[in-house]
Structure formats: C-alpha cells, structure tokens
C-alpha cells in the first residue's frame, strides 16, 4: 500500500502501523498526524493514508512546511483553496482580518488595495504592530502575510479604488471581499465590481460597529452573487467606535462565506 | 404593480422609477447599491429605470465601519 509520510509517497507493506513508520522514518517526531487529525495511540494504517511527522518546535525545512500547514486542512479542501484568487477591497479592520483568516487557510493568491498607510488609530482593531506606524498598509500587511504563510501569493495596489480601476485591479479575483470603511464608497465598489462581474461573488459587510451582542452579525445572501454580512445598522460614529472584536466577527464571517463559496457550499 | 422589495412583496402605483422610490424612503443615494431584477442597477439610471409588476428590487444600505 501507498502512504503518504510528510506528502512523500512511501510504499509499505499491508498493515503496517503508525508507530512503526514513526520508528522508521522519524524516531524523534512527538506530534503525529494522520488525515488530519492528531493522532494519541498507535493505529493502523491504510492505503492513501497521509501521515505527518513532527518534532515538537522544530523549524521544518521550506520544502515539508506547506505541507505541515497542509496536514491542519480537511483533505481536499487544501487544493481547492490553493487554486483560488481573493481580491480585498480595503486593508483596515475588516480586510486586514479577512486577509490573515484566508493566508493561514493557504488561499493560493490575494489581490489587497488599499490607499492608506498604518496609524496609531489602527491598532485597536486591525492586524497591524506598533512598528508598522506609517507604512503603508498594503505593504505592512504583505510582510504580516508572508510571516504567517510565505506560500500565499499577495499582490498589492497601493491607491485608491475608483469605477475606472476597479475592474483592472482585480481583473483576476474569482471573489471579492468588500472591505471599505465609508459607506459610499462600499455602495461604489459593490456597483462597479457587480456592473463588470456579474458572474463573480462578492461579499460587503455593513453594520458591524460597537459592543452590541455577537449573534446579530449574520451573513445573508442579497443576490445572486452579492454576500451581505453585519447587523446593518451600526455604523461607526462618536459613541460607538469600531474595536476588535465585533469587527473581527464580521471580517471571519467575510471570509468564512469566502471559503463556503469556494467549497461550493451555501454561504449564509 | 406588485413587486418584490428585499424579498417582501409589495404594492405599488405605477408609474414609480427607482430613484423615486428611494426618496420616498428618504435614503441617501451615494450610500446605496441597488439591484433591479438581480442586476446591479448603476446609480445614473436610477431616475430612468421604471418599476414594472413582477419586478424584483434589492435595496442595500451601507452604514460606515471596516
């Protein structure tokens, strides 16, 4: 039988079981992983079996590291998520999250705009460091990216999204996420990005500031191809701030919906 | 006319246009995307798109945050 020991095809004789392979091909691994799932007591193995070997804290080699990020992933998910484009429209509280969310699912490629650069105001609620003050966005969170998954492709577009260049700028994301701050320039980007791919989903967020309960963030599908995901009415304005929390639920909402989209599943 | 507003019907008097319907809402125009029969509807036709019976309309209304 065929099984696969840190995405290397070995071939092993029937029955074989998984502490013999650890014993075999990597003594020192403490964690084990097999189709998965960690795996706490020995077991046997089956044909197409995909077992990874770890040692605990040790730095894997660039070559077993995607595969290692990998093994965390439902088998098949991984290579359907590798082969997708995501466009972000907007890297403040909502795309900076959405983008961390879909790099560590191992999202093949990103496509993130954004005009603004990293303020002290940012740091309640986006994926930013304190030492990233004054660097543009779009540049701070590809370096964020490549930390947290090097294997994601990020294209950035520093500059602001406007009807003449947002089809240009994301000519090639198979799904956008609508990650703007303003309310205007949401309803700009959903009718520009509709009015050139209409056949693309899209999924805009409205309605996710304050400390209001969690559950009345939902996810609905207005359209055919149009994701709406908040509560709708909470806008930021003096009294009710945007913070960590509440629009980290929306932005993991966004893309949750991404990912749904992408497995084919229903996304509300 | 009846016509399916965010997925509740309604009845309406013709003849209405969209961007008529929206100030009867009293919405802010630049704050809205509007789809008329599951196609985006660029907010410059708003004023000359007429609302017809069995159409269907999704009105989205932004608030600011992200």
């Given amino acids: ?268 | 006319m009846k016509i399916k507003i965010n997925g509740e019907p309604r009845d309406l008097s013709p003849p209405l246009t969209v961007a008529e319907y929206l100030a009867t809402l009293g919405l802010e125009v630049e704050r809205v995307a509007v789809e008329h029969n599951h196609r985006i509807l660029p907010r410059e036709n708003f004023a000359e798109a007429q609302l017809a019976d069995g159409d269907t309309l999704e009105i989205i209304q932004f608030v600011g945050g992200g």
């Fill in chain 1, 1 to 268: 039988m065929t099984v696969w020991i840190n995405e290397q095809p070995r071939e092993l004789p029937v029955g074989t079981r998984l502490f013999a392979v650890r014993d075999l091909c990597k003594p020192e691994a403490d964690v084990l992983i097999v189709n998965g799932f960690p795996a706490t007591s020995d077991q046997p193995l089956r044909d197409q079996d995909r077992v990874v070997l770890i040692r605990r804290g040790e730095r894997p080699s660039a070559g077993e590291l995607e595969a290692l990020m990998a093994a965390r992933h439902t088998p098949g998910v991984h290579e359907r998520v590798k082969g997708a484009s995501v466009g972000i429209a907007g890297a403040g509280g909502l795309g900076s999250a959405v983008a961390v969310a879909l790099a560590r699912i191992g999202v093949g490629r990103l496509i993130i705009a954004d005009f603004d650069v990293v303020e002290p105001s940012n740091l309640n609620r986006q994926q930013y460091f304190v030492d990233q003050i004054g660097l543009p966005k779009v540049e701070a969170l590809r370096d964020n990216l490549a930390r947290i998954n090097p294997y994601v492709k990020v294209d950035i577009f520093n500059g602001r999204l406007t009807p003449e260049n947002i089809p240009t700028v994301f000519a090639e994301a198979r799904i956008l996420v609508e990650a703007f701050d303003a309310a205007a320039q949401k309803a700009m980007l959903v009718e520009s990005f509709r009015r050139h791919f209409p056949e693309r989903p899209l999924v805009a967020a409205s309605g996710l500031a304050g400390y209001q309960p969690s559950n009345t963030v939902v996810t609905r599908r207005v359209g055919a191809q149009l994701v709406l995901v908040g509560d709708g009415q909470s806008a930021a304005r003096p009294g009710e701030g945007l913070m960590a929390p509440r629009v980290g639920i929306a932005a993991h909402h966004q893309a949750n919906a991404v990912l749904r989209l992408l497995l084919g599943e229903e996304p509300q």
